[in-house]
């Protein structure tokens, strides 16, 4: 209170002074963002996400992943993931050692990495079950050390213990989809090393309630590493074409080496185009 003298005044509670006051336009708080409910714990986010994946028929995805080294992308890959209820899918896209590709028809998986250049070589074997299969497909992706995969949670392979039993809910991502994160603490081995504390952090779509980001981060050496498997343009039941997932030797197709136990290098193999 401003008395207009040259100096604060300091008064009674019944003093009668003669002054002003001056009000200041002051900017309106900023807008809390409420969370989820409270009951939106990590076994319902989990429960949720794990339930709609095991109803989908089919499931699409634009698939990432990066390596980052302190603020520099180190390793970067990006391909097309299409996946059948019945164990058929097709990875298809750019890894760290050119382009990729991945099929399985259900009885046999066809794999190829070819660096730009090279003639296309697939490695064909009997199809293992899903989950070991797409993670032999996403090995030609990159070869960095990966986090808990989403293919591994939506497929069943991976548990979801690791947050159920030690994670916690982390941030609400707000937005046209709102996301909520979990986040878990984690041990990390580097070969010839010691152990190393970590995190793992878990985005799921909440309207979507599927996963659309798997994070593993840790500091080695002083400085801070993170690996993320990020999946968008998500869709689930969508129509896909059968002759994604064929595979088709024809006359032309040499047997360059035989691997044993069912496992053959092929070239000029045939496989149907990723577009319609």
Do not use: C
């Amino acid at each position: 209170f401003w008395t207009g003298s040259m100096k604060w005044g300091a008064h009674k509670e019944n003093d009668k002074a003669s002054g002003y006051v001056v009000e200041y336009d002051t900017p309106a708080p900023p807008k809390e963002v409420s969370p989820p409910a409270t009951e939106k714990t990590i076994e319902t986010f989990l429960t949720n996400a794990i339930a709609g994946y095991r109803k989908m028929h089919t499931y699409s995805a634009t698939v990432e992943l990066n390596f980052k080294a302190f603020r520099d992308t180190v390793q970067s890959a990006r391909a097309d993931l299409k996946i059948m209820s019945d164990g058929r899918f097709r990875l298809e896209g750019r890894g760290e050692n050119g382009k990729v590709l991945a099929i399985s028809d259900g009885k046999r998986l066809m794999l190829s990495s070819t660096e730009v250049g090279d003639r296309m070589k697939f490695e064909v074997k009997p199809t293992p079950a899903l989950p070991e299969a797409l993670k032999q497909a996403f090995s030609l992706l990159s070869s960095m050390p990966k986090p808990p995969l989403i293919t591994s949670l939506l497929t069943g392979a991976q548990p979801t213990s690791v947050f159920a039993t030690r994670g916690m809910v982390g941030a609400y991502i707000p937005g046209d989809d709102p996301a909520q994160t979990l986040r878990s603490p984690i041990v990390i081995k580097m070969q010839g090393g010691d152990a190393i504390d970590g995190e793992i952090v878990l985005s799921t779509s909440l309207a979507q309630q599927v996963f659309t980001r798997s994070e593993m981060s840790f500091r080695y050496k002083a400085y801070p590493y993170s690996v993320r498997e990020i999946h968008s343009n998500i869709k689930l039941d969508e129509a896909i074409p059968d002759n994604l997932f064929v595979l088709v030797i024809t006359t032309n197709a040499k047997q360059v080496d035989d691997l044993g136990d069912g496992v053959e290098l092929i070239t000029d193999f045939v496989v149907a185009p990723a577009k319609k």
